[in-house]
Protein backbone atom coordinates (compact mmCIF):
# COMPACT_ATOMS: atom_id res chain seq x y z
CA UNK A 1 0.00 0.00 0.00
CA UNK A 2 1.11 3.27 -0.99
CA UNK A 3 1.71 5.94 2.33
CA UNK A 4 -0.66 9.05 1.85
CA UNK A 5 1.08 12.37 2.37
CA UNK A 6 -0.53 14.91 4.05
CA UNK A 7 0.24 18.78 4.60
CA UNK A 8 -1.14 19.48 8.18
CA UNK A 9 -0.46 23.50 10.06
CA UNK A 10 0.16 21.69 12.98
CA UNK A 11 3.33 21.78 14.62
CA UNK A 12 5.52 17.89 14.46
CA UNK A 13 7.56 16.34 17.06
CA UNK A 14 7.46 12.95 17.86
CA UNK A 15 4.34 11.42 19.52
CA UNK A 16 2.04 14.01 18.95
CA UNK A 17 -1.15 14.27 17.67
CA UNK A 18 -1.86 15.88 14.57
CA UNK A 19 -5.42 16.61 13.75
CA UNK A 20 -6.52 16.00 10.34
CA UNK A 21 -8.67 18.22 8.59
CA UNK A 22 -12.70 17.52 7.32
CA UNK A 23 -11.47 17.31 3.55
CA UNK A 24 -8.61 15.54 4.66
CA UNK A 25 -10.46 12.77 6.92
CA UNK A 26 -13.42 12.30 3.98
CA UNK A 27 -10.45 11.61 1.70
CA UNK A 28 -8.84 9.25 4.01
CA UNK A 29 -11.83 6.98 4.68
CA UNK A 30 -13.71 7.50 1.57
CA UNK A 31 -11.51 8.18 -1.21
CA UNK A 32 -8.53 5.83 -0.27
CA UNK A 33 -10.47 3.91 1.92
CA UNK A 34 -7.72 3.62 4.52
CA UNK A 35 -8.10 2.07 7.90
CA UNK A 36 -6.78 2.43 11.41
CA UNK A 37 -3.41 2.15 11.31
CA UNK A 38 -2.76 3.11 7.72
CA UNK A 39 0.67 4.64 7.12
CA UNK A 40 1.15 8.38 6.39
CA UNK A 41 3.60 10.69 5.68
CA UNK A 42 2.81 14.51 6.90
CA UNK A 43 5.08 17.74 6.56
CA UNK A 44 4.32 21.48 7.26
CA UNK A 45 6.79 23.78 5.80
CA UNK A 46 8.63 24.09 9.15
CA UNK A 47 9.54 20.52 10.80
CA UNK A 48 10.51 18.15 7.82
CA UNK A 49 8.67 15.46 7.40
CA UNK A 50 7.36 12.45 9.64
CA UNK A 51 6.19 9.24 9.48
CA UNK A 52 2.81 8.66 11.08
CA UNK A 53 -0.07 6.36 11.25
CA UNK A 54 -3.78 7.22 11.33
CA UNK A 55 -6.43 7.35 13.97
CA UNK A 56 -10.06 7.23 12.73
CA UNK A 57 -12.25 9.37 15.37
CA UNK A 58 -16.36 8.79 15.47
CA UNK A 59 -17.70 8.13 12.40
CA UNK A 60 -15.71 10.82 10.02
CA UNK A 61 -13.05 12.51 12.09
CA UNK A 62 -10.19 11.67 11.80
CA UNK A 63 -6.13 12.38 13.48
CA UNK A 64 -2.71 11.22 12.55
CA UNK A 65 -0.37 9.69 15.13
CA UNK A 66 3.40 11.25 14.55
CA UNK A 67 6.03 9.02 14.94
CA UNK A 68 9.84 9.43 13.93
CA UNK A 69 11.13 12.19 11.23
CA UNK A 70 12.31 11.02 7.58
CA UNK A 71 13.61 13.82 5.98
CA UNK A 72 14.85 17.49 7.96
CA UNK A 73 13.31 20.44 6.34
CA UNK A 74 15.62 21.98 3.68
CA UNK A 75 16.07 25.71 2.57
CA UNK A 76 14.23 26.36 -0.42
CA UNK A 77 15.31 29.25 -3.10
CA UNK A 78 13.11 32.79 -1.71
CA UNK A 79 11.52 33.41 -5.48
CA UNK A 80 8.29 34.42 -6.04
CA UNK A 81 5.98 34.55 -9.25
CA UNK A 82 3.73 37.30 -9.87
CA UNK A 83 1.54 36.70 -13.06
CA UNK A 84 -1.63 37.96 -14.38
CA UNK A 85 -4.25 35.80 -13.67
CA UNK A 86 -5.88 34.06 -16.55
CA UNK A 87 -8.76 31.34 -17.13
CA UNK A 88 -9.30 28.47 -14.69
CA UNK A 89 -7.91 25.95 -16.04
CA UNK A 90 -4.78 27.67 -16.92
CA UNK A 91 -4.19 29.42 -13.39
CA UNK A 92 -4.68 26.04 -11.59
CA UNK A 93 -2.00 24.74 -13.67
CA UNK A 94 0.24 27.81 -12.92
CA UNK A 95 -0.30 27.02 -8.79
CA UNK A 96 0.26 23.48 -9.79
CA UNK A 97 3.81 23.61 -11.53
CA UNK A 98 4.90 26.76 -9.93
CA UNK A 99 4.80 24.21 -6.96
CA UNK A 100 6.41 21.31 -8.36
CA UNK A 101 9.38 24.09 -9.74
CA UNK A 102 9.80 25.23 -6.26
CA UNK A 103 8.08 29.18 -6.44
CA UNK A 104 8.08 30.16 -2.58
CA UNK A 105 5.29 32.61 -3.22
CA UNK A 106 2.49 32.89 -6.08
CA UNK A 107 1.78 36.28 -6.29
CA UNK A 108 -1.62 37.06 -8.75
CA UNK A 109 -1.15 40.70 -9.74
CA UNK A 110 -3.60 42.92 -11.74
CA UNK A 111 -2.48 44.89 -14.60
CA UNK A 112 -4.42 47.11 -16.76
CA UNK A 113 -4.64 44.43 -20.17
CA UNK A 114 -5.53 41.58 -17.55
CA UNK A 115 -9.09 40.66 -18.62
CA UNK A 116 -10.26 38.24 -15.72
CA UNK A 117 -9.68 39.89 -12.57
CA UNK A 118 -11.71 37.80 -10.13
CA UNK A 119 -8.72 35.08 -8.38
CA UNK A 120 -9.88 32.42 -5.84
CA UNK A 121 -7.02 32.11 -3.72
CA UNK A 122 -8.53 29.22 -1.62
CA UNK A 123 -8.43 27.52 -5.19
CA UNK A 124 -5.14 27.76 -5.81
CA UNK A 125 -3.60 27.74 -2.48
CA UNK A 126 -5.79 24.06 -2.38
CA UNK A 127 -3.67 23.12 -6.28
CA UNK A 128 -0.63 24.43 -4.30
CA UNK A 129 -1.13 21.87 -1.49
CA UNK A 130 -2.32 18.71 -3.48
CA UNK A 131 1.06 19.56 -5.86
CA UNK A 132 3.32 19.85 -2.80
CA UNK A 133 1.86 16.14 -1.10
CA UNK A 134 2.23 14.52 -4.84
CA UNK A 135 5.49 15.60 -5.35
CA UNK A 136 7.65 15.08 -2.15
CA UNK A 137 7.88 18.80 -1.77
CA UNK A 138 8.83 19.83 1.98
CA UNK A 139 6.51 23.20 2.20
CA UNK A 140 3.72 24.86 0.30
CA UNK A 141 4.43 28.47 -1.38
CA UNK A 142 2.17 30.86 0.16
CA UNK A 143 -0.53 32.08 -1.68
CA UNK A 144 -1.23 35.93 -1.72
CA UNK A 145 -4.22 37.85 -2.54
CA UNK A 146 -4.20 39.82 -5.65
CA UNK A 147 -2.49 43.25 -5.71
CA UNK A 148 -2.53 45.82 -8.71
CA UNK A 149 1.02 45.82 -10.38
CA UNK A 150 1.33 49.54 -9.92
CA UNK A 151 1.07 49.21 -5.89
CA UNK A 152 3.38 46.08 -5.53
CA UNK A 153 6.13 47.73 -7.85
CA UNK A 154 5.78 50.96 -5.19
CA UNK A 155 6.48 48.80 -2.30
CA UNK A 156 8.76 46.63 -3.68
CA UNK A 157 11.16 45.25 -1.32
CA UNK A 158 14.66 46.49 -1.09
CA UNK A 159 17.17 43.92 -2.67
CA UNK A 160 14.75 41.73 -4.87
CA UNK A 161 15.81 40.73 -7.85
CA UNK A 162 12.85 41.08 -10.90
CA UNK A 163 13.26 38.92 -13.98
CA UNK A 164 10.63 40.83 -15.99
CA UNK A 165 9.30 38.08 -19.30
CA UNK A 166 7.56 40.64 -21.19
CA UNK A 167 6.15 38.50 -24.34
CA UNK A 168 5.00 41.23 -26.40
CA UNK A 169 8.73 43.15 -25.92
CA UNK A 170 12.00 42.10 -26.54
CA UNK A 171 14.57 41.50 -24.05
CA UNK A 172 18.61 39.82 -23.99
CA UNK A 173 18.10 35.68 -23.87
CA UNK A 174 17.18 34.55 -20.49
CA UNK A 175 20.52 31.53 -20.16
CA UNK A 176 22.73 34.70 -21.47
CA UNK A 177 21.22 36.90 -18.40
CA UNK A 178 21.15 34.16 -16.07
CA UNK A 179 24.67 32.56 -16.57
CA UNK A 180 26.25 35.75 -16.23
CA UNK A 181 25.08 37.15 -12.69
CA UNK A 182 27.22 37.68 -10.21
CA UNK A 183 27.20 35.85 -6.49
CA UNK A 184 25.76 38.83 -4.75
CA UNK A 185 22.69 38.09 -7.41
CA UNK A 186 22.98 34.66 -7.06
CA UNK A 187 22.48 35.12 -3.62
CA UNK A 188 19.44 37.47 -3.50
CA UNK A 189 15.83 36.60 -3.50
CA UNK A 190 14.46 36.98 -6.62
CA UNK A 191 10.75 37.22 -8.12
CA UNK A 192 9.85 36.47 -11.76
CA UNK A 193 7.23 38.62 -13.42
CA UNK A 194 5.19 37.60 -16.25
CA UNK A 195 2.74 39.92 -18.36
CA UNK A 196 -0.67 39.30 -19.00
CA UNK A 197 -1.20 37.85 -22.86
CA UNK A 198 -1.90 41.50 -23.78
CA UNK A 199 1.30 42.77 -22.45
CA UNK A 200 2.24 45.51 -19.75
CA UNK A 201 1.13 48.81 -20.43
CA UNK A 202 3.50 51.90 -21.19
CA UNK A 203 2.91 53.04 -17.92
CA UNK A 204 3.22 50.39 -16.19
CA UNK A 205 6.61 49.47 -18.34
CA UNK A 206 8.16 52.70 -17.07
CA UNK A 207 6.99 51.43 -13.25
CA UNK A 208 9.15 48.24 -13.89
CA UNK A 209 12.10 50.28 -15.22
CA UNK A 210 12.18 52.03 -12.12
CA UNK A 211 12.73 49.00 -9.69
CA UNK A 212 16.45 48.76 -9.15
CA UNK A 213 17.40 45.32 -10.01
CA UNK A 214 15.13 44.33 -13.01
CA UNK A 215 15.77 42.49 -15.89
CA UNK A 216 13.48 42.02 -18.51
CA UNK A 217 14.74 38.67 -20.68
CA UNK A 218 13.49 37.05 -23.52
CA UNK A 219 11.60 33.32 -23.97
CA UNK A 220 12.56 32.80 -27.48
CA UNK A 221 11.57 33.35 -31.23
CA UNK A 222 7.67 31.80 -30.02
CA UNK A 223 5.78 33.49 -28.81
CA UNK A 224 4.43 31.79 -25.32
CA UNK A 225 1.07 31.82 -23.44
CA UNK A 226 1.08 33.67 -20.28
CA UNK A 227 1.25 30.34 -18.37
CA UNK A 228 3.87 28.82 -20.11
CA UNK A 229 6.28 31.93 -19.53
CA UNK A 230 5.88 31.49 -16.26
CA UNK A 231 6.92 28.13 -15.94
CA UNK A 232 9.60 28.04 -18.46
CA UNK A 233 11.03 30.86 -17.06
CA UNK A 234 10.67 29.56 -13.51
CA UNK A 235 12.50 25.96 -14.66
CA UNK A 236 15.17 28.11 -16.46
CA UNK A 237 15.85 30.32 -13.14
CA UNK A 238 16.00 26.75 -11.00
CA UNK A 239 18.66 25.30 -13.43
CA UNK A 240 21.04 28.49 -13.69
CA UNK A 241 20.52 30.25 -10.55
CA UNK A 242 17.90 28.01 -8.31
CA UNK A 243 18.73 24.75 -6.74
CA UNK A 244 18.75 22.47 -9.60
CA UNK A 245 22.47 23.46 -9.48
CA UNK A 246 22.81 20.73 -7.10
CA UNK A 247 22.55 17.25 -7.90
CA UNK A 248 19.42 15.28 -7.34
CA UNK A 249 19.38 13.09 -4.56
CA UNK A 250 17.97 9.68 -4.94
CA UNK A 251 14.91 9.31 -2.62
CA UNK A 252 14.79 5.86 -0.42
CA UNK A 253 11.94 3.93 -2.36
CA UNK A 254 9.71 3.88 1.40
CA UNK A 255 9.08 7.13 0.95
CA UNK A 256 7.95 7.65 -2.92
CA UNK A 257 4.44 8.25 -3.06
CA UNK A 258 1.79 7.02 -5.64
CA UNK A 259 0.92 9.92 -8.20
CA UNK A 260 -1.83 10.46 -10.09
CA UNK A 261 -0.97 8.64 -13.67
CA UNK A 262 -4.23 7.57 -14.47
CA UNK B 1 -10.49 43.43 -35.44
CA UNK B 2 -8.10 40.90 -34.41
CA UNK B 3 -6.71 38.39 -37.46
CA UNK B 4 -7.37 34.49 -36.90
CA UNK B 5 -4.39 32.55 -37.83
CA UNK B 6 -4.87 29.47 -39.28
CA UNK B 7 -2.57 25.99 -39.75
CA UNK B 8 -3.01 24.80 -43.82
CA UNK B 9 -2.40 22.26 -45.65
CA UNK B 10 -1.81 22.99 -49.45
CA UNK B 11 0.94 25.17 -50.55
CA UNK B 12 0.64 29.05 -50.64
CA UNK B 13 1.88 31.58 -52.83
CA UNK B 14 0.25 34.99 -53.90
CA UNK B 15 -2.85 34.16 -55.65
CA UNK B 16 -3.95 30.73 -55.06
CA UNK B 17 -7.02 29.73 -52.74
CA UNK B 18 -6.54 27.49 -50.03
CA UNK B 19 -9.40 24.95 -49.24
CA UNK B 20 -10.22 25.63 -45.30
CA UNK B 21 -11.21 22.50 -43.97
CA UNK B 22 -14.93 22.11 -42.23
CA UNK B 23 -14.00 22.64 -39.04
CA UNK B 24 -12.08 25.72 -39.91
CA UNK B 25 -15.12 26.60 -41.72
CA UNK B 26 -17.36 26.13 -39.23
CA UNK B 27 -15.07 27.67 -36.46
CA UNK B 28 -14.60 31.23 -38.44
CA UNK B 29 -18.77 31.54 -39.56
CA UNK B 30 -19.92 30.42 -36.57
CA UNK B 31 -17.25 30.53 -33.38
CA UNK B 32 -15.66 33.92 -34.81
CA UNK B 33 -18.79 35.18 -36.94
CA UNK B 34 -16.58 36.33 -39.50
CA UNK B 35 -17.85 37.64 -42.56
CA UNK B 36 -17.14 37.72 -46.52
CA UNK B 37 -13.58 39.59 -46.73
CA UNK B 38 -12.07 39.29 -43.14
CA UNK B 39 -8.58 39.39 -42.74
CA UNK B 40 -6.62 35.77 -42.00
CA UNK B 41 -3.09 34.72 -41.24
CA UNK B 42 -2.09 31.63 -43.17
CA UNK B 43 1.31 29.18 -42.49
CA UNK B 44 1.94 25.28 -43.79
CA UNK B 45 5.41 24.73 -42.12
CA UNK B 46 6.84 25.35 -45.26
CA UNK B 47 6.32 28.36 -47.27
CA UNK B 48 5.70 30.85 -44.20
CA UNK B 49 3.22 32.98 -43.01
CA UNK B 50 0.39 34.92 -45.68
CA UNK B 51 -2.15 37.20 -45.53
CA UNK B 52 -5.59 36.64 -47.03
CA UNK B 53 -9.03 36.79 -46.78
CA UNK B 54 -12.27 35.01 -46.30
CA UNK B 55 -14.12 33.72 -48.89
CA UNK B 56 -16.98 32.20 -47.73
CA UNK B 57 -18.92 29.50 -50.47
CA UNK B 58 -22.30 28.46 -50.28
CA UNK B 59 -24.38 27.52 -46.55
CA UNK B 60 -21.12 25.55 -45.32
CA UNK B 61 -17.87 25.63 -46.81
CA UNK B 62 -15.28 28.58 -46.49
CA UNK B 63 -11.86 29.38 -48.56
CA UNK B 64 -8.82 31.48 -48.15
CA UNK B 65 -7.67 34.14 -50.97
CA UNK B 66 -4.14 33.98 -50.39
CA UNK B 67 -2.57 37.40 -50.99
CA UNK B 68 1.20 38.57 -49.84
CA UNK B 69 3.61 36.81 -47.62
CA UNK B 70 4.13 38.38 -43.78
CA UNK B 71 7.16 35.98 -42.49
CA UNK B 72 9.43 33.85 -44.25
CA UNK B 73 9.60 30.22 -42.79
CA UNK B 74 13.07 29.58 -40.40
CA UNK B 75 14.80 26.94 -39.48
CA UNK B 76 13.34 25.71 -36.68
CA UNK B 77 15.91 23.22 -33.75
CA UNK B 78 15.45 19.69 -34.26
CA UNK B 79 14.04 18.26 -30.93
CA UNK B 80 12.42 15.45 -30.50
CA UNK B 81 9.91 14.81 -27.08
CA UNK B 82 9.64 11.27 -26.18
CA UNK B 83 7.54 11.36 -23.39
CA UNK B 84 5.21 8.63 -21.89
CA UNK B 85 1.52 8.94 -22.14
CA UNK B 86 -0.04 10.01 -18.94
CA UNK B 87 -4.14 11.33 -18.63
CA UNK B 88 -5.88 12.88 -20.36
CA UNK B 89 -5.69 16.30 -19.11
CA UNK B 90 -2.15 16.45 -18.88
CA UNK B 91 -1.32 14.87 -22.30
CA UNK B 92 -3.35 17.46 -23.87
CA UNK B 93 -1.50 19.82 -22.02
CA UNK B 94 2.31 18.23 -22.96
CA UNK B 95 1.04 18.75 -26.61
CA UNK B 96 0.32 22.58 -26.14
CA UNK B 97 3.32 23.42 -24.38
CA UNK B 98 5.58 21.48 -26.12
CA UNK B 99 4.54 22.88 -29.46
CA UNK B 100 5.10 26.70 -28.10
CA UNK B 101 8.38 25.22 -26.28
CA UNK B 102 9.45 24.52 -29.87
CA UNK B 103 9.77 20.83 -30.47
CA UNK B 104 10.00 19.40 -33.56
CA UNK B 105 8.08 15.63 -33.02
CA UNK B 106 5.81 14.52 -30.30
CA UNK B 107 6.83 10.75 -29.89
CA UNK B 108 4.45 8.70 -27.10
CA UNK B 109 6.17 5.80 -25.98
CA UNK B 110 4.82 2.80 -24.14
CA UNK B 111 7.51 1.81 -21.32
CA UNK B 112 6.85 -0.73 -19.07
CA UNK B 113 5.54 0.80 -15.92
CA UNK B 114 3.95 3.26 -18.75
CA UNK B 115 -0.21 2.98 -17.05
CA UNK B 116 -2.26 4.52 -19.77
CA UNK B 117 -1.74 3.09 -23.06
CA UNK B 118 -4.14 4.13 -25.43
CA UNK B 119 -3.32 7.67 -27.12
CA UNK B 120 -5.77 9.71 -29.25
CA UNK B 121 -2.86 11.15 -31.96
CA UNK B 122 -5.57 12.89 -33.61
CA UNK B 123 -6.50 14.79 -30.23
CA UNK B 124 -2.57 15.46 -29.29
CA UNK B 125 -2.41 16.52 -32.99
CA UNK B 126 -5.43 19.07 -32.71
CA UNK B 127 -3.81 20.26 -29.80
CA UNK B 128 -0.90 20.82 -31.05
CA UNK B 129 -2.48 22.77 -34.29
CA UNK B 130 -4.71 25.02 -31.78
CA UNK B 131 -0.95 26.12 -29.85
CA UNK B 132 0.95 26.74 -33.16
CA UNK B 133 -2.12 29.15 -34.54
CA UNK B 134 -2.52 30.68 -31.22
CA UNK B 135 1.43 31.41 -30.61
CA UNK B 136 2.54 32.52 -33.83
CA UNK B 137 4.87 29.72 -34.31
CA UNK B 138 5.61 28.82 -38.39
CA UNK B 139 5.03 25.20 -37.96
CA UNK B 140 3.72 22.38 -36.15
CA UNK B 141 5.14 19.20 -34.94
CA UNK B 142 4.96 16.03 -35.82
CA UNK B 143 2.44 13.88 -33.63
CA UNK B 144 4.10 10.17 -34.20
CA UNK B 145 2.14 7.14 -33.25
CA UNK B 146 3.29 5.73 -30.12
CA UNK B 147 6.07 2.99 -29.94
CA UNK B 148 7.59 0.86 -27.40
CA UNK B 149 10.59 2.21 -25.51
CA UNK B 150 12.67 -0.83 -26.62
CA UNK B 151 11.54 -0.47 -30.17
CA UNK B 152 12.31 3.12 -30.30
CA UNK B 153 16.26 2.21 -29.09
CA UNK B 154 16.49 -0.19 -31.23
CA UNK B 155 15.99 1.84 -33.77
CA UNK B 156 17.93 5.36 -32.49
CA UNK B 157 19.08 7.58 -35.63
CA UNK B 158 22.94 7.52 -35.56
CA UNK B 159 23.70 10.90 -34.12
CA UNK B 160 20.53 12.01 -32.79
CA UNK B 161 21.92 12.62 -28.78
CA UNK B 162 19.50 12.08 -25.88
CA UNK B 163 18.76 14.12 -22.77
CA UNK B 164 16.96 11.69 -20.40
CA UNK B 165 14.90 13.00 -17.37
CA UNK B 166 14.41 10.10 -15.06
CA UNK B 167 12.91 11.55 -11.58
CA UNK B 168 13.71 8.26 -10.26
CA UNK B 169 16.87 8.29 -10.74
CA UNK B 170 19.87 11.02 -9.75
CA UNK B 171 21.92 13.11 -12.84
CA UNK B 172 24.17 15.95 -12.51
CA UNK B 173 22.44 18.69 -12.94
CA UNK B 174 20.66 19.68 -16.24
CA UNK B 175 22.26 23.14 -16.84
CA UNK B 176 25.95 22.24 -15.69
CA UNK B 177 25.52 18.68 -18.58
CA UNK B 178 24.01 21.64 -21.43
CA UNK B 179 25.94 24.65 -20.49
CA UNK B 180 29.00 22.21 -21.12
CA UNK B 181 27.80 20.91 -24.62
CA UNK B 182 30.76 21.71 -27.48
CA UNK B 183 29.51 22.87 -30.58
CA UNK B 184 29.15 19.47 -32.51
CA UNK B 185 27.03 18.55 -30.10
CA UNK B 186 25.14 21.93 -30.27
CA UNK B 187 24.96 21.58 -33.49
CA UNK B 188 23.06 17.59 -33.78
CA UNK B 189 19.38 16.82 -33.49
CA UNK B 190 18.10 16.07 -29.90
CA UNK B 191 15.80 14.39 -28.65
CA UNK B 192 14.49 14.68 -24.49
CA UNK B 193 13.08 10.96 -23.19
CA UNK B 194 10.71 11.51 -20.27
CA UNK B 195 9.70 8.18 -18.28
CA UNK B 196 6.89 7.42 -16.85
CA UNK B 197 5.82 8.52 -13.70
CA UNK B 198 6.62 5.15 -11.94
CA UNK B 199 10.24 5.39 -13.74
CA UNK B 200 11.70 3.38 -16.38
CA UNK B 201 12.38 -0.17 -15.78
CA UNK B 202 16.25 -1.91 -15.04
CA UNK B 203 16.28 -3.70 -18.36
CA UNK B 204 14.68 0.36 -20.18
CA UNK B 205 17.64 1.97 -18.26
CA UNK B 206 20.59 -0.55 -19.65
CA UNK B 207 18.90 -0.10 -23.05
CA UNK B 208 18.79 3.58 -22.71
CA UNK B 209 22.51 3.35 -21.60
CA UNK B 210 24.00 1.75 -24.76
CA UNK B 211 22.52 4.83 -26.80
CA UNK B 212 25.81 6.72 -27.88
CA UNK B 213 25.04 10.01 -27.66
CA UNK B 214 22.62 9.74 -24.42
CA UNK B 215 23.19 11.96 -20.79
CA UNK B 216 20.95 11.45 -17.59
CA UNK B 217 20.23 14.82 -16.24
CA UNK B 218 18.70 15.82 -12.64
CA UNK B 219 16.02 18.40 -12.68
CA UNK B 220 16.57 19.89 -8.90
CA UNK B 221 15.48 18.32 -5.37
CA UNK B 222 11.83 18.13 -5.84
CA UNK B 223 10.15 15.47 -7.63
CA UNK B 224 8.42 16.44 -10.66
CA UNK B 225 5.45 15.22 -12.33
CA UNK B 226 6.43 13.77 -16.27
CA UNK B 227 4.60 16.41 -17.45
CA UNK B 228 6.38 18.97 -15.61
CA UNK B 229 9.58 17.43 -16.06
CA UNK B 230 9.20 17.22 -19.91
CA UNK B 231 8.23 20.90 -20.30
CA UNK B 232 10.93 21.92 -17.63
CA UNK B 233 13.62 20.16 -19.82
CA UNK B 234 12.10 21.61 -23.02
CA UNK B 235 12.41 25.37 -21.69
CA UNK B 236 16.08 24.89 -20.33
CA UNK B 237 17.29 23.41 -23.58
CA UNK B 238 15.70 25.88 -25.33
CA UNK B 239 17.33 28.42 -23.34
CA UNK B 240 20.88 26.72 -23.21
CA UNK B 241 21.03 24.82 -26.59
CA UNK B 242 18.07 26.10 -28.59
CA UNK B 243 17.03 28.84 -30.05
CA UNK B 244 16.20 30.60 -27.25
CA UNK B 245 20.37 31.75 -27.15
CA UNK B 246 19.23 34.36 -29.98
CA UNK B 247 17.56 37.89 -29.32
CA UNK B 248 13.68 37.87 -29.30
CA UNK B 249 12.64 39.73 -32.54
CA UNK B 250 9.37 41.94 -31.62
CA UNK B 251 6.35 41.18 -33.93
CA UNK B 252 4.81 43.78 -35.88
CA UNK B 253 1.73 44.60 -33.89
CA UNK B 254 -0.11 44.19 -37.15
CA UNK B 255 0.23 40.59 -36.83
CA UNK B 256 -0.12 39.90 -33.20
CA UNK B 257 -3.28 37.85 -32.92
CA UNK B 258 -5.47 37.27 -30.57
CA UNK B 259 -5.37 34.54 -27.72
CA UNK B 260 -7.59 33.13 -25.32
CA UNK B 261 -7.11 35.14 -22.42
CA UNK B 262 -10.89 34.38 -21.08
Redesign the interface.
Known amino acids: MSVTRLFVETDLSSGVEAPLGEDQAHYLRHVMRRADGAPLSLFNGRDGEWKATLSLRGKKAAVALVAERTREQ?SEPDLWLCFAP??RARID?IAE?AT???VSVLQPVVTQHT??ERVNVERLRANAVEAAE????LSVPEVRQPVDLTRLLGAWPTGRHLLMCDE?????????VL?GLDDAARAAPWAIVVG???GFAETELSLLRRIKDVTAV?????????D?AA???L??W???V??????????AADY?TS????
Do not use: F, H, M, N
Open positions: AVKYKELGIVQTERTGSGPPIAEAPEGGLGPRILRATLAAAVQALGDWRRPTPRLRKDTV
